[in-house]
């Protein structure tokens, strides 16, 4: 299984992106799919989630402002991102498996990040 996140870039504050999650050797439509940002330091947080059955979760610091959606067409989930805000400037990761959540540590398989910069 290879996950491979993309679509990051540099944008203004207020600006927007949207991220990609695609797999190969997994359908991501049956998959708990998390995204995990890190700002440098050793912390991966917690950004968004979505179970097999479509439920939602979101880290209070993006909620009303990240969207995760799935695309089964391409068999990737997108993090759409809005209104950002330099303290969103991170290393964007996403990862799939059985249970959705805020532990890293649940997700059985992790894509190489992909860079976002938010400058004010």
């Known amino acids: 299984v290879q996950l491979q996140a993309s679509g990051g870039g540099l944008v203004q504050a207020g600006g927007s992106l949207k991220l990609s999650c695609a797999a190969s050797g997994r359908t991501l439509s049956s998959s708990a799919v998390g995204w995990f940002r890190q700002a440098p330091g050793p912390e991966r947080e917690f950004v968004g989630s979505?179970?097999?059955?479509?439920?939602?979760m979101y880290a209070d610091s993006v909620k009303g402002r990240f969207t995760i959606s799935r695309d089964n067409a391409k068999n990737t989930v997108n993090l759409q991102m809005d209104n950002l805000k330099p303290e969103d400037t991170a290393v964007y990761y996403c990862?799939?498996?059985?249970?959705?959540?805020?532990?890293?540590?649940?997700?059985?398989?992790w894509g190489q990040g992909t860079e976002v910069t938010v400058s004010s």
């Open positions: 990862a799939a498996g059985d249970v959705a959540g805020p532990y890293a540590n649940k997700y059985d398989y």
């Open positions: 979505i179970t097999w059955s479509d439920r939602l």
